[in-house]
């Protein structure tokens, strides 16, 4: 009789371990339905398209223009005679970029005087090379006419 006993017992096991073995799939699936519920499968008209993932945020524009300026003010208040192949670095405390004037050349323009130079540009958007000019107008101040990343 004992030996029934033990048969039963382990035979009861089995059951039982399958039981919670489906059980726990069952559990699994009912919880992964819920995950999986927003995914658009059936083609829905729910869903919300103006979410994107992935996507990178544009550099602000007052970023890009404080940057410019303070270049600018590099540029301009170099002395071009002595510039020739010495570097001249900037930084801009506001946007916590930096970089290295690489050249500077001055030209006259219809009687205006042009400076047109090539810089880095470090900043938390990355490393990246920039072309300029700046021309010193009839009122003595300085105008950025372009500054923009190298193409």
Known sequence: MPLQDIAKWIEDTKVLSRLTGIAAVCLTATTLS???GGLDFAGSTDVDRTVATSSVPSVR???DNSDAITVRNAVSSADVTRVDGNPIPWANSTSGSAGVISSISEEQVNGTTCRRFT??????????KFDGNTCLMGNGEWYLTSFGPRS
């Open 34 to 36: 819920g995950c999986l």
């Open 119 to 128: 810089t880095t540009r470090h900043s938390y958007q990355g490393i990246a």
């Open 61 to 63: 524009n007052d970023e």
